[in-house]
């Protein structure tokens, strides 16, 4: 029901609650700049001029451009809370999310969910949900959870639940899983993302047909138009490690645009405080040759219309007063930022009121007896199979090497370079503990330890010595979840995680300084990766390839089986 201020404001018939003058409105849908006027009022878009405003603003020239949307993100990897995230995106022109609670989820299921609504209620970022739609991610790993056909029911009748979040199990789609059918089935004619990477011909059209209309997984150009040419719409994504604008730019054209959108998917704290967001991503895109016009578009309407949100991403009447100030486009560069039609960010600051749900909502999530933990490998053969490490990305090696042996047992190798890796259940207090070998942290000493740890988020934990893995996990199960680096039995650095053992309660510059600490840390203990606790996370990832490790055991995951740790 529209307000009657609104509409006598829209008639001329009241005054406006903000009027903008002497701007240079970036039009969506004739593509096109053009000076003039726009008025606000109840929080919505009335017109282009008014008789009357309460509030006028002088733009002198400045640009005025809708508020960018996020297509697809985690939230949880940002490593902070709600709000705090919000602060952190808001000066950046970002002023919408499609957020898929995913991480969580595998953690605390329902509940989990019902966290991030709670915290994201009254946020000036408008954040919207798609229901998880893998818990567990897979059968190889013990997860906190299990999300059905009818926790996925119950998920889309929630407010701001728009449809099924990323259907990572594409094979099970395609082999017509009945499980993955009847989630799917209970989500048709809403939106449904996709996540299929490297998928092709029939298989993809299978895929497309039944249910999934989006991809955010492209990696090559050829793949994205022939997913694009399928009817899917494709999010270019420009998260921390995957980095996919610069291959898939070119797909983008004002022809394309409105199935051509952008994404981060995971954007670490750093990421966040050195980069920024979806500023970022549409400034490289413009740097990259994408014409101004095609780019905001791409990353405003026509996300807005992927999603069903037919009042958001535009600057008309009836669509909702969330715009950005930009000098220039080609900078592009955010100066203020409007939701609703109030000024949230100015200067690169968040000046709104940002209300904030604790970590004492959610409770400790680390049910681990660390006293009764053995990490100890008896020797069962001669070659092993090593995980190893592939500096930057997610994918692993399998590696066959002779482990060193002592007493019967497998001891690491510092000399090669060959550590001992563990995943510990967190969850449920099973006291699973797969052991398996990496090759490719480096340490001397020491170890490293984390909570996050995709996609169930298990303890993984490197070490050089059974003694201070021990201890890291011990630790871990006191902060409630974190991330640490262990020497000796003494902490060396650390990161609290209370919320779900995935995300701090503090501050987004002090969640930087300490992932600083953690890193240097681990590069004084030997570690030559420049992010080693992002490598550690997708160790326990048992959908990627090669080789990964869960609390269930070594995974093939070409195979998709559990496997002995030794071959002969």
């Known amino acids: 029901m529209i307000e009657e201020k609104v509409f006598a404001a829209a008639k001329g018939e009241g005054p406006a609650d903000l009027l903008f003058v002497n701007a240079r409105i970036v039009d969506v849908f004739s593509g096109e700049v053009r000076e003039g006027e726009l008025a606000v009022t109840g929080g919505v878009i009335t017109g282009f001029g008014a008789r009357e405003a309460k509030e006028v603003v002088d733009l002198d020239g400045k640009h005025l451009v809708p508020g960018l949307i996020d297509a697809h993100v985690h939230i949880e990897s940002s490593q902070v809370s709600p709000a705090e995230f919000a602060r952190a995106v808001l000066p950046h022109g970002t002023t919408c999310v499609i957020a898929d609670p995913h991480e969580i989820a595998n953690v605390l299921g329902l509940e989990g969910i019902r966290y991030m609504l709670r915290a994201t209620e009254g946020l000036p970022l408008r954040v919207f949900f798609m229901a998880p739609s893998c818990v567990p991610a897979s059968p190889l790993e013990t997860a906190g959870a299990t999300l059905s056909a009818e926790d996925i029911k119950e998920i889309l009748s929630w407010d701001r639940v728009l449809g099924l979040g990323e259907m990572m199990n594409f094979p099970g789609v395609i082999h017509r899983d009945p499980e993955v059918w009847e989630k799917l089935e209970v989500a048709r004619g809403r939106p449904i993302d996709g996540h299929a990477p490297g998928l092709s011909g029939s298989d993809l059209w299978a895929y497309v047909l039944a249910g999934p209309h989006t991809d955010h997984e492209c990696t090559a150009l050829e793949e994205a138009r022939e997913k694009l040419r399928a009817g899917m719409h494709i999010f270019i994504r420009e998260g921390t490690t995957a980095r996919n604008l610069s291959s898939l730019l070119s797909l983008l054209s004002a022809r394309t645009a409105p199935f051509v959108h952008f994404c981060t998917d995971d954007r670490h704290p750093e990421t966040l405080r050195s ?294």
């Not at 960010?345 to 940002?354: F, S």
């Not at 070659?383 to 497998?410: F, K, S």
């Not at 893995?469 to 000796?488: D, S």
């Open 275 to 568: 980069e920024g967001h979806m500023d970022d991503v549409v400034r490289k895109a413009i740097d990259g040759g994408a014409d101004p016009l095609v780019a905001i578009a791409a990353a405003t309407v026509h996300a807005a219309r992927a999603f069903g949100l037919a009042d958001l991403g535009a600057l008309a009447p009836g669509y909702r007063a969330d715009l950005l100030v930009v000098p220039d486009l080609s900078r592009f560069e955010v100066e203020q930022v409007y939701v609703g039609g109030k000024l949230v960010a100015e200067g690169g600051r968040c000046v709104a009121d940002v209300p904030e749900v604790g970590a004492s909502d959610v409770g400790s999530t680390v049910v681990v007896d660390a006293d009764s933990l053995a990490f100890r490998i008896p020797a069962e053969g001669k070659r092993a199979r090593v995980i190893g490490v592939v500096p930057g990305q997610v994918v692993t090696d399998e590696l066959l090497l002779e482990p060193e042996v002592a007493d019967g047992e497998v001891v690491p190798d510092i000399e090669r370079d060959i550590l001992k890796l563990a995943v510990v259940e967190r969850h449920r207090g099973t006291g699973n503990v797969g052991l398996g070998l990496v090759q490719g942290f480096g340490l001397k000493r020491g170890a490293l330890a984390s909570t996050v740890a995709h996609d169930s988020h298990n303890i993984v934990v490197v070490g050089a010595n059974d003694e201070d893995m021990k201890a890291t996990v011990a630790r871990l199960a006191e902060l409630g979840g974190g991330q640490v680096v262990v020497e000796g039995g003494k902490v060396l650095a650390e990161l609290p995680l209370p919320i779900a053992g995935l995300m701090s309660d503090l501050p987004l510059e002090e969640v930087v300084r300490r992932g600083e600490e953690l890193k240097r840390a681990a590069r004084e203990l030997g570690c030559g990766l420049s992010d080693p606790f992002m490598q550690l996370s997708f160790l326990a990832l048992p959908v990627i390839p090669k080789l990964k490790l869960t609390d269930l055991g070594l995974v093939d995951v070409e195979k998709f089986e559990v496997v002995p740790l030794f071959v002969d």
